[in-house]
């Protein structure tokens, strides 16, 4: 029948996306990821408490975007590679080669996929990194933001960066970056989730709602 | 090469589009190129009417309706509007105006910031500039600049299947003093103390809603607008070149213009 009475939903066939804002900061001594927690399905949010920031190492995370199965599978399969090639080494991973690995599944599978992961870390070499993989290339950057909340804050992130920002800086700098977006972009919202990783190792945190900067038309 | 367009039912305004004819883009104009969606025939002279595949022949911008695609911005303050818009107008790739001037005078204190087609904003513009000089010989006073944007909203909503028309209206009355409407794509109108519209509006969302204070004077709402279209501008591949300002209030309109070496600069652009 092509008529029916009660037409199924559209979000039953829609892929499922991290529609998403997705950012990585440097600061001076590590990296500060940061993203919402909204995963929709058409107009469906179907999950609206997903941590988008998946480790694949101690000290090296990444963050998701776009299509939730794709990039899922890329950070877990990058997650098994990455183990495979330290091996029983006692040196942690560079931040460079796990961004390599996923630039690398990225680009071999870009026709089928439709994934975004940034990748940052830090490593005894470089210190705090960000590299940016979108769509197969590989690029190290002060910062990245990624997802379709990031137009809506291209502006606010070239104006208010500085080199050299300090831990808490950062902090606020992702924390501001992902409120604002998530106030213009209908696909990103929930809570915060930011990974802070340095010398010392990662810390995760939630910034719930309510807790959330207020600018000024709230 | 001159070419007719062919379209069919239409009103109003858009009856003088009808007869318009299109000449391809000349340096610092506006081509009048019309189209009207999904129902556009575009002859080309015979000498090449029998090459049915334009790709790599013909440039893109000879199949390409002339838009504004723009970044626009207007912000209230005490005492009047600060208006903003960068100065690039394209045909597909091709910049057929780099210094366009998309702030344009409805009245004496009502301006008009455009995006979208520039066909489409140029005709509405003129025929709500018409309508308002009208009302406001027949009031013996100053228009309000709600009039204003009522008038846009009219022609915008009523026609919006055959326009493609983002307009933000700001200006300064004595009953309410300085206000932005704005009309964007669809017809609806509504107040905001600061709106930005056109395609590079999105890239500054984000530092808009951060850095707008209520409260700011003159020079700050100035500085701050500036800064937001030099950020879009930077981004979006379909505005650039200058930025033009206007400042109108009770004493009346001052203009300027910021080139491209003297736009603020930041760290990471």
């Known amino acids: 029948m092509s008529e029916e009475l009660f037409p199924e939903p559209e979000w039953l066939s829609e892929e499922v996306k991290t529609g998403t804002t997705i950012i990585a900061v440097t600061f001076d001594g590590g990296v500060v990821l940061g993203s919402d927690s909204r995963v929709s399905a058409g107009e469906s949010v179907v999950n609206r408490v997903m941590n988008k920031l998946s480790p694949l190492h101690d000290k090296i995370y990444c963050a998701l975007s776009g299509s939730a199965a794709d990039a899922q599978t890329i950070a877990e399969i990058v997650n098994y590679q990455l183990d495979v090639h330290i091996g029983h080494s006692e040196d942690d991973p560079l931040v460079c080669s796990a961004a390599t690995l996923v630039k690398n599944i990225s680009y071999k599978y870009k026709e089928e996929l439709s994934a975004h992961l940034i990748v940052a870390g830090w490593d005894r070499k470089k210190g705090g990194q960000v590299y940016a993989t979108l769509n197969g290339l590989l690029s190290r950057q002060p910062f990245a933001i990624g997802g379709s909340g990031s137009f809506y804050i291209n502006g606010f992130v070239d104006a208010e960066y500085r080199k050299n920002m300090t831990k808490r800086e950062s902090q606020e700098f992702v924390v501001n970056a992902l409120t604002l977006a998530m106030g213009r972009d209908g696909s990103s919202g929930g809570v915060a989730y930011v990974v802070t990783i340095d010398k010392d190792g990662a810390e995760e945190k939630c910034v719930l709602g309510n807790e959330l900067p207020k600018f000024f038309d709230e | ?269």
Not at chain 2, 93 to 110: G, S
Not at chain 2, 217 to 235: D, P, V
């Open chain 2, 1 to 269: 090469m001159h070419f007719t367009v062919v379209f069919s039912g239409l009103s109003g305004v858009c009856d003088r589009l009808r007869q318009a004819r299109v000449r391809t883009p000349a340096a610092g104009s506006f081509s009048n190129v019309v189209s009207v969606k999904m129902a556009t025939v575009l002859q080309f002279p015979a000498s090449v009417s029998t090459f049915n595949n334009y790709n790599d022949l013909y440039p893109d911008w000879t199949q390409r309706e002339v838009s504004t695609g723009t970044t626009i911005m207007a912000v209230e303050f005490e005492g009047g509007v600060v208006i903003g818009a960068d100065s690039r107008t394209t045909t597909g790739a091709y910049i057929a105006n780099r210094v366009t001037d998309k702030l344009t005078p409805i009245h004496e204190r009502i301006f008009c910031c455009r995006s979208g087609s520039a066909a489409d904003t140029q005709a509405i513009a003129d025929a709500v500039t018409y309508q308002l000089g009208f009302h406001s010989i027949e009031l013996d006073e100053a228009p309000l600049v709600q009039t204003a944007a009522s008038l846009f909203r009219e022609m915008c909503y009523r026609y919006r299947e055959e326009l493609m028309a983002g307009i933000i209206v700001a200006g300064w009355d004595p009953r309410r003093g300085g206000q932005v409407y704005t009309v964007p794509v669809g017809g609806m109108m509504t107040r905001q103390p600061v709106s930005v519209g056109g395609s590079g509006s999105s890239y500054i969302y984000g530092y808009v809603d951060s850095n707008y204070r209520a409260g700011m004077s003159k020079e700050e709402c100035l500085k701050f607008t500036a800064e937001a279209l030099t950020l879009a501008m930077e981004r979006d591949g379909s505005s650039g070149g200058v930025v033009r300002l206007a400042v109108i209030s009770e004493q009346g309109v001052e203009r300027q213009v910021i080139l491209g070496n003297q736009l603020p600069k930041f760290s990471t652009v």
